[in-house]
């Protein structure tokens, strides 16, 4: 069997289509939705994940500020630049990119968040109202991954997912959506991680595969199901001298062995990575329509 290729880069265009609209009814109450990122030093990964997110603005004519502050950037001067994002008029969203250096504390920038602006859906407020299966702004890689379920129709509800990777950003919340007695959600979630024991077994029993640990090309074909739907997450970077960026990026997922077994699968790149973008746009638009309304 030969999968069907999951295209992120064209459900993220859909995702986008769907928020003009939405844009433009803002336009005409004088709305033009705004979003602010801060890249604390100069990791060169940070700086074109940060650059792509301005461009995403750009196509859809949202205001976008790309703040930008040496490494030695005390946690005080990034808890004030964050308090005058909070109040600025023209920003709806403040994203503010990790890893940040040592001397900053990232669960200390979080909470210093307005959560009605916390477009990663990372403040201790949304990650409680997602557990609580409320409406809040969700973390745009998990809510990209039910949207391409969503697209595909393939309805994880009284399916088996297993999610291998427990990280706040991905692994966490993609299970706490997946378990929710909800529309798109109703499946029954093991995660699994660096420490399980038999983790081939439980990879095994998965309908659907969520691999978000990290580590280029783990997941064997061994270890999937034949007709599982296989998301791959992993953005790893390998090297590669015969391409001219001297490496390439790769999954989390063998892609040419898995994809003969599996019946959907991410291709990376071009699967669940533009849909992380798409859903940071969309969580925009919603901040600022939730902002503006509250008169
Ligand atoms: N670093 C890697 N991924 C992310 C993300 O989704 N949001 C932020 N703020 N930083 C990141």
Redesign the pocket.
Same mark, same amino acid.
């Given at each position: 069997m030969n999968a069907q290729l999951i295209e992120g880069k064209v459900v993220a265009k859909s995702v986008r289509s769907g928020l003009k609209p939405r844009i433009a009814a803002l336009k005409e109450r004088g709305v033009t939705p705004g979003l602010a990122t801060v890249l604390v030093g100069d990791d060169p990964a940070?700086a074109i994940?940060v650059n792509s997110k301005i461009k995403a603005c750009e196509r859809l004519k949202l205001h976008s500020e790309a703040i930008q502050r040496p490494a030695e950037l005390t946690q005080a001067e990034l808890l004030k630049l964050v308090s005058d994002l909070n109040e600025d008029k023209n920003i709806h969203g403040i994203?503010?990119?990790? $890893?940040l250096p040592d001397q900053i504390d990232e669960l200390t920038v979080t909470l210093a968040i307005d959560p009605r602006k916390d477009v990663?859906g990372?403040h201790p407020f949304n990650v409680g109202l997602m557990l609580l299966g409320r409406p809040g702004l969700l $973390?745009?890689?998990p809510h990209g991954i039910i949207k391409l379920l969503e697209h595909y129709e393939i309805n994880p509800a009284g399916k088996e997912v297993v999610v291998v990777g427990r990280s706040n950003?991905v692994g966490k919340p993609v299970a706490a959506i997946l378990q929710q007695k909800a529309k798109m959600a109703d499946a029954t979630v093991t995660v699994a991680h660096s420490r399980s024991k038999n983790l081939a077994d439980i990879c095994r029993r998965a309908d659907i595969l969520i691999a978000a640990v990290g580590r280029p090309a783990m997941i064997t074909v061994d270890m999937v199901q034949p007709g599982a739907v296989i998301i791959d997450v992993g953005q790893n970077r390998v090297e590669d001298s015969s391409v001219e960026k001297g490496y390439r990026v790769v999954g989390d997922v063998d892609f040419p062995q898995v994809q003969e077994v599996a019946s959907y699968i991410t291709p990376v790149p071009g699967g669940v990575g533009p849909m992380?973008i798409a859903m940071?746009m969309s969580n925009t638009v919603a901040a600022a329509e939730s902002i503006t309304s509250e008169g």
């Open positions: 940070s994940y994203l503010v990119q990790s $890893p990663d990372f $973390p745009c890689t950003i992380t940071l």
